[in-house]
């Protein structure tokens, strides 16, 4: 596969490296985006989306491979599907690659990366040195062939918001719990987040990674006591007894209903579902905005040249259904800043 | 300079420091406080500034809100449109107005973006924090205070923090009434952060200076340090808290760690106090000081350090040139060479001891004075105006002075040599170096005497040498001269012997042997073909022959001295041996014949001279068993020789018995195979005419014989003859032989071969018939013994009537063949019937 890839880009730099500058000289620009997860999961489909909006305009031609790791988290999962999704990028000759989220930029982009052929990441939420796509220090020009836009969330600002709106009411709250599901991504972001300075005065206790959902429920119920909180990030990757992976819509039903203490949530649909309160950023967004870095490479602008950042700014969301059924008042100073969800 | 002065010197350079020191560090004091002051002032000034200009913005724009929500009620019964109506007046006038919220009377709560349409946020009045202060506001009657502007937050993405935090917003809130009766309450947040960092900029940073808002909890809500957004800052809490003015004074920010110099200055929005600080780095303070004070304070240390340093490198320096020159004026003095020093004017400025001595004076006295002070001691006056020229001119000299020492006996002499002392490529003086070499020079020119009378000597004995080579030389060329001469004269004597012996026995052995050859061919003529006889015959003629061909080889050794030499067809000879060797050499042996037409004439006996190149050939070709090439060649040397080499590839002939191959019976055949005759004829054939012969041979790869004939005198008729044709001749052959069998065995032969033979006996016969039928004979076979008149006068008588008749001398004398005038055919008896007619042939 390595050779076969390599003799693809040495060919890609022989023929087709001067006509990626003119697309049109070969007619539609050829766009290959490789996905993290699957084609039904909402956030896969809303950056693909996002994708295609930025480039709206531009005659291409779309190939999109899903790596579906989120059902699959297995690493070797993950190796044959990067194999496969290798092959397809030999076959289909590419002009721009995406690659969204984690697993595909630490597999594909990664190697890419020296290639002639400009790669895009976007919702990257490891730091893009730790994958060698760009040298330290050097993300505001990359210098080779990957840019990208980096996934930051605020963790940290969300608790404090949670903090805000327990003092508003006068609760005590005297640990924050933080769960997430087994997947790589997961275990990557917890690994930050244990480096994190938090600055606010509850307990922070990193829960285990929970893989199961009678692990996930066990780890609810064990918690679900006054004076705590939990903070949720990732559910998409806890399996049903049966092995499939449970769809996180149904976990977070289960959880709106069963969970009596606040809950923080990053990701829309957990605040749509019943978490109380959360800072989100956009899948899209992020999509978006490295669907206009993608047109700037296409019009000729050097990959190495662009820099690599966070284009998404967080929202503040508020579940008022929630916030009634736990009893709490909200404070003018979040309320007015909020999107409202019921 | 000593131990001693130089801690000396290091302590005064302590002690210098130490001053600069303690000045320094109270002018920096002082300068300090005083800047600390300065700053202050300037901080308190600042901070008043920015908080009145903030306060008289807040109060504008909450007047401008007031207004606006205080508009006349145009949308009766329906107070979400007036508010609505409101809003959008409101995000006209201020763009950083995006959101206001209603609450209506009965706690339902409602929020707008930008266009101003209202949806309920599933919000109740009693769910928000602030609900007993609404919902006070919502009931007050009418006539009391129904606006209010106060300060709050609003939890929003911060790009500075590139987070979501609060964000300060001046909230106005507004009861609206209908009819009289309250109908809700209008919330309309204002963001501010673009108004205090326009206030910030208007009021300038740098120079370390930043400028804070501190809400009256003491958190700093906006800042031009990013790090202070959102901090505590307790001090400012406890000062600007009171409202009791400006505060100044040193305090640090927990998390900055930087101590810090300040000012705050209260600032009133709506309802809150708030404070407005100007803060700079205690490090950015002094900065000043540092960066101005200090380096010049240490400037000057270090200035007055390196000049000291300066100075004692100075002395220490002086002090070792002077080191430096006693210890030279030491050495000099010890040497035993004068050495001396010259201004650049050619003044002493030192002169050696050594000096002194050579000189005869006393070197002190030479101090400051030329070179003249020394005038009467050089002898060669010319010799000093040189060295003084060169000195003038800045040229280094070096020669030899003969000077008159009163000190000494005899002369005495120097050797100088005077060298320019250069700085920057100008002449500042000259350094000499003066040797005494008088007893050198006396032993030079005692040297020099010896070896005048050396090479006198020499020159004689090799002129002795040169005269005894020559004796030894002449010497050596008379022996081997006469070593030669004795060789020739044996060789000589021994071919007289052998001569004189056969040649009495040779003539009678001829005519006999022809006399019997006569005899077998009448008998063979006359016997029948098939006759036994016939091979008797014919065994008795080649006897005959064989005996023939001995008493020939014995009569050319012995002919020396009777053969006659005249001037010889070279060519012409050469062509014939060439013509017979072609004949009986083998296949196998390559036959090259390079011989030019053209040969001068060579003296000597034709007919020797043939049979000497025939038997060189036939040796080469005997030589040659297995195959070769057989090379005859002839070049004329000049027209003084010819020099004619016969050689072959053959197997050589070794170099022990090359000089014994020319002496008669000499052979290295085996026995009966040679006589030892022919290489001995070959030499005599030679030497008669005056030529040389000479061989050079390798065991194995040939023999070359080079023959060296000298060339004759011309003489006149040579050409007509060499031109004329042979064809066979139509008219007869006259045979005059006075032996009747070999005058019938001619006869006979010729006849039978088609020729018209005529024969007669005696010369007078001969001449008659000549006379009487001249142009009807064609040839005349002469023999050269006849009765009365001999062949030698007929064939001179022949001469005078006949020139051009072709003559052939039959003789068993060859000898006497040598005494006619040229080259003339002749044939040996005996002969056979073949030699007859090929020679007949040849002659035609």
Redesign the interface.
Known sequence: MRKGLAWFCAAWALWGGGVAASPASRGPVRVFVVNSYNPEYFWSARQLQGVRDALAGVDAVYREFFLDTKRHPEPDWLERKARECLAAIERFGPDIVFTGDDNATKTIARRLSGTPVPVVFYGLNAEPESYGLVPSGRRERPGGNVTGVLERHYYVDAARLLQTVCAANGSRLERLYLLTDGTYTSGKLFEFLRGVDWGVPQEVVFLPQVDTVDAYREAIRSINRPGNAVVLYNLMGIRAPDGTILHDRELMHWTRHELRIPSVAFHELYIQEGALLGILVSGYSQAYHAGLKGRRILEGVPPGTIPIDAADKGTVALNTTTLKRLGLKVPLSVLLGAKAYR | MNRRSYLGFLAVVAALVAVFGVVGSWFGVRIGARLKRSVQVEQTVLAESVARNVESYVARVSDTVRSVLRLPNLWEGDPKRLVAERYRILTGIYPEIR?A?FVEPDGE?Y?TDRSGTFQP???HL??????DALREILGRPAGRRSFWVTV??????VPEL?????AP?L?FVQQVRFDGLPAGVV?V?YEIDFLLEHFVRAAGLGAGRDIHFVTQDGLAVYSSVPAWLYRRVPRFVARSGTGAGAFTGEFSVPGDGRALLGAVAPVVMGDALWGVAVTTPLEAVFQTEREVLLPVVVGAAVLVVLLCALVYLFFRRIHAYLRQITVFKAAAEQSGSGITIYDAHGRFVFANRAFGQIMGVEPPDLVGRGLDALQVRFVDRERLEEVQRHLGSGQPWQGELQLDNPDRDGAVFMHSNLTPIREDGRVIGFVGAQRDITDSVRQQQELERYAARLREKTDELEQAKRRLEQDIEARKRAEQEKAGLERKLRRSQTLEAVGQLAGGVAHDFNNLLGSILGCVYVLQLAAPGESPAQDDLQRIRELCKRGGDLTRQLLSVARKGRSRVGPVNLAGVLRSVHLLLRRTVPQGVQVVFDVPDDLPEVRGNPSNLMTAFLNLGLNARDAMPGGGVLRVEARADGGRSVRVTVSDTGTGIPRAIQDRVFEPFFTTKDPGKGTGLGLSSVYTAVQEGGGEISLASSVGEGTVFTVTLPAAEPRPGTAAREGRDHPLTPGEVLVVEDEDPIARMISGVLADHGYRVARVATGIEALERIRDRGDDIGLVCLDLLLPGVGGIDLYRLLQGVAPDLPVLFVTGREDLVGQLDRDLPHLPKPFTAEDLLRAVETVL
């Open positions: 959101t919220a709560i929020s946020m599933g919000v009693d769910d928000l924090a602030e609900a709050s937050s609003l939890f929003r993405y590139d987070g979501v935090t609060s917003v909230l919330l947040p």
